[in-house]
């Protein structure tokens, strides 16, 4: 990153100084990021700095109360959800959110809409073009679940699937969009490390073959600190670190808002008062 | 072992409670008396024999007992003895019976006192109470009911025990489903294209024979229970498939109907158009109605809409049973002699006559139900169909992957709109007559309790639901004043056994051989 002004169309997203209020708390406060193409940008962050709702601010789920998200220089706040989806922004839940009783495929089908064309006089006379683009998605969306390695569960119910293999799905899914962007909530969660290096190596496929930028929100350092290009750290809804991996390694508050600044003294107390009880027995 | 005893007096209680029950709203003598209709093939029964009186009672006994002793076979337990199972069963078959004698020894006595019973309780008519005591003495009856319940519970007890330690009938239905799967025919059937068409082409003219073979009151059930499952395929659109909870779906059904019988009927408005364009008609206005209600709660969800549907259902109602607009709709009267379909002249030269009325209708219904049939099934597989799906899945999910909801809602909402007016159209041609009390919410209540029993968001269910919920009470008629408790009993019974329904949405498979090649991938997910 450079210090000067950079020209819009250099970055994939940009915030500027967005706030979002929940009655008096200032969930997102003036965060600033600027998300240069084809990159991995992680934003870290104690639990409730803000992280996911900075995630909801983008795919348009809460409106900001101040500041402009632009999208490849075309601010995009205020417009709904399903017309961020069409721009090319996909994102992923912490909380896994498949369409539980469809199956895998229709799933995957289903994360195509922004791309598909047919309504419902097309299907309801069977239309060359409803024939046409309904083997092509399906096609694709095959093509999609080999790619994340599910191909043998097209037709299972989503909800059947094991933990791993649904935050998979909802990798696919959010493909089938042909996106830009992915954003990413804590695609590491609950897995074992063998799952997350796998995990991992599908992010760094995902940027490098098929040149999508990746936005990243993970607990699990380990995974951070190898893909990331750039960290931001969130601490109650602010920005307080930015850059490489190394820098935030190293950074004085990072660790606090990790560990606490009153850390020491913490231990100390619990240390007095399992002293304390010895003595009363 | 002393634990399961004490389970058997609690069941035997429980049997006494369901005997007591069962007599006190007289429905005992209603059972027997059917019983009796079926074994003796009489006309009418006045009042049931003590026989079959007492059969009814036995067999309360006997299912208790007998799904008992089954209950006692678990795995990982062990096997109880004969002995044992007989002895439970005649500790229920004790219990039930000195309670179930002891309540019509106490109401005999009372009677003979000379107090009237049927102040408090409503169907101790005297006539029932001797009917109950089999018309014996107390000690008599006493007697023939601790015979009975005991003789029931034994019965029930050893059939249990015999069917559970042979174990031959036990799975008979695992078994026949077995049968089913590894039987050749069917699997003939299923696999030989030449040959599914042929089965294909006896179920068309089986259907098509249908309106021949039945009786003119079974052309009307089938009639109205196939106008059920076309509003049913309507509302599942709504309800089954975009997941939003529409009351007042009989507004549209209203809408559909009123046009069509204003368009057709001499009177009020006197325009009289054929049925081609009446129903055109009404198939457009239900639609717009559609849109009215559409556009306003395309961004309301779940209860709310709800809330709002019942208004503009009770508004419709309101309009067309009020005095104001009587020279426009009729008011309170309603619509009479509202037009038919003329029977296209082919028919007449190719049968020599012309087709009876009631069996040109039913065909045209059945018809129109194909009709309904092929564009929901359409719809439902296809980008719409999922569309809606994803949206009754989770609604916040579906409009993030690109879903545009308030367009799929409005949709819906249309479409299901225009399908219940055709039932709606259907409906008031069939019956030549409608009025204000045709459209009440229990229309919105029962389509609902179609797609409900049927299964929601499944087309094959909607049929099935249909067909309980308007053609089971007939098939009840029997019963005469219990048909509602035991239609009431059947609907709670089904939704315990499948709460899902009873042909729950079958997810259609989908394959596709994936092309194993990074590049294709990488041209497909070109932004």
């Given amino acids: ?281 | 072992m002393k634990n399961t005893s004490a389970v058997a007096v609690r069941k035997g209680v429980l049997t006494a409670i369901i005997l007591i029950f069962l007599q006190l709203i007289n429905m005992t003598a209603a059972l027997g008396a059917m019983l009796e209709k079926m074994i003796t093939s009489a006309k009418s029964v006045k009042s049931v024999s003590p026989l079959f009186y007492g059969v009814i009672v036995a067999l309360v006994a006997f299912f208790i007992a007998f799904s008992f002793i089954r209950s006692l076979y678990r795995p990982g337990k062990p096997k109880p003895t004969p002995l044992y199972c007989l002895g439970e069963s005649l500790v229920i078959g004790l219990v039930s019976g000195v309670l179930i004698a002891a309540l019509n020894a106490l109401i005999s006595t009372l009677n003979a006192n000379g107090v009237k019973i049927r102040t408090y309780l409503d169907m101790m008519a005297p006539d029932a109470i001797k009917t109950a005591a089999f018309g014996r003495e107390i000690p008599v009856m006493i007697g023939i009911y601790l015979a009975l319940t005991i003789a029931g519970a034994l019965l029930g007890g050893l059939i249990a025990w015999i069917i559970k330690s042979t174990g031959q009938p036990a799975n008979a239905w695992a078994a026949l489903q077995r049968a089913i799967a590894e039987n050749h025919t069917i699997r003939f059937i299923r696999r030989n294209k030449i040959v599914r068409i042929l089965v294909i082409i006896a179920i068309l003219i089986f259907v098509f024979a249908l309106p021949f073979i039945l009786s003119p009151y079974g052309i009307s059930i089938l009639g109205l229970v196939l106008i059920y499952a076309v509003l049913g395929l309507g509302l599942n659109l709504i309800v089954g498939l975009s997941g939003q909870l529409v009351f007042g779906f009989v507004a549209f059904y209203a809408i559909g109907a009123y046009t069509f019988a204003l368009l057709t009927a001499p009177k009020p408005l006197g325009l009289e158009f054929s049925f081609p364009i009446a129903f055109l008609v009404a198939l457009a206005i239900s639609g717009l109605s559609g849109v009215i209600v559409g556009l306003p709660i395309m961004n309301l969800r779940g209860d709310y809409l709800a809330i709002v549907t019942l208004g503009f259902a009770e508004i419709i109602r309101s309009l067309v049973n009020s005095n104001l607009l009587a020279d426009f709709t009729g008011g309170p009267q309603g619509i009479k002699d509202i037009g038919q379909p003329r029977q296209p002249g082919f028919i007449e030269s190719l049968i020599g006559k012309p087709m009876p009325e009631n069996i040109y209708f039913l065909y045209v219904i059945m018809i129109f139900f194909a009709v309904t049939l092929y564009i929901v099934y359409r719809l439902q597989y296809s980008r719409v169909g999922r569309s809606w799906e994803a949206m009754r899945e989770d609604e916040t999910v579906a409009q993030a992957c690109g879903v545009a909801t308030s367009y799929y809602k409005v949709l819906a909402v249309i479409i299901g709109a225009v399908i219940a007016g055709a039932a709606g159209a259907l409906y008031a041609s069939r019956n030549t007559y409608i009025g204000p009390g045709d459209f009440v919410f229990m229309v919105s209540v029962n389509s609902l309790a179609v797609i409900v029993v049927g299964g929601m968001g499944s087309i094959p269910g909607a049929l099935i639901g249909a067909f309980i919920i308007k053609g089971v009470p007939e098939l009840l008629r029997d019963l005469e004043n219990y048909r509602m408790v035991v239609f009431g009993v059947l609907l709670i019974a089904m939704m315990i056994i499948r709460p899902e329904g009873l042909l729950p949405i079958r997810r259609k498979k989908i394959y596709a051989e994936p092309d194993k090649d990074l590049e294709i991938l990488k041209k497909e997910l070109k932004p």
């Fill in chain 1, 1 to 281: 990153m450079t210090e000067k002004t950079p020209k819009r169309t250099q970055h994939i997203l940009e915030t500027e100084d967005i706030i979002i209020n929940f009655g008096g708390l200032t969930a997102v406060n003036n965060v600033n990021v600027k998300v240069p193409y084809q990159s991995i940008f992680s934003i870290i962050g104690p639990n409730g700095a803000g992280k996911t709702t900075f995630f909801n601010c983008i795919s348009g789920f809460y409106k900001i109360d101040s500041g402009t998200v632009f999208f490849q220089g075309r601010p995009i706040n205020g417009i709904p959800t399903d017309e961020v989806a069409n721009l090319g922004i996909s994102r992923t839940y912490q909380n896994i959110r498949l369409f539980s009783s469809m199956s895998v495929i229709e799933n995957i089908l289903i994360g195509q809409q922004p791309r598909l064309r047919s309504n419902s006089v097309d299907a309801i006379f069977q239309t060359y073009r409803n024939r046409r683009e309904e083997k092509q998605s399906i096609q694709k969306a095959a093509n999609l679940l080999d790619f994340v390695g599910l191909s043998g569960y097209a037709n299972e119910l989503s909800r059947n699937l094991p933990y791993g293999a649904q935050r998979r799905l909802e990798i696919a899914r959010a493909l089938g969009n042909n996106p830009h962007l992915l954003l990413l909530d804590e695609p590491c969660a609950g897995m074992n490390p063998h799952e997350s290096d796998a995990m991992i190596e599908l992010i760094n496929t995902l940027r490098s073959e098929l040149k999508i930028t990746i936005i990243l929100i993970e607990h699990d350092m380990k995974v951070v600190m190898n893909i990331s290009d750039h960290i931001v750290v969130l601490d109650h809804g602010e920005k307080i670190a930015e850059g490489t991996p190394e820098v935030i390694r190293n950074d004085q508050r990072v660790i606090e808002a990790y560990l606490g600044s009153e850390t020491e003294t913490l231990v100390e107390k619990y240390a007095r008062r399992k002293n304390q009880g010895k003595q009363a027995e």
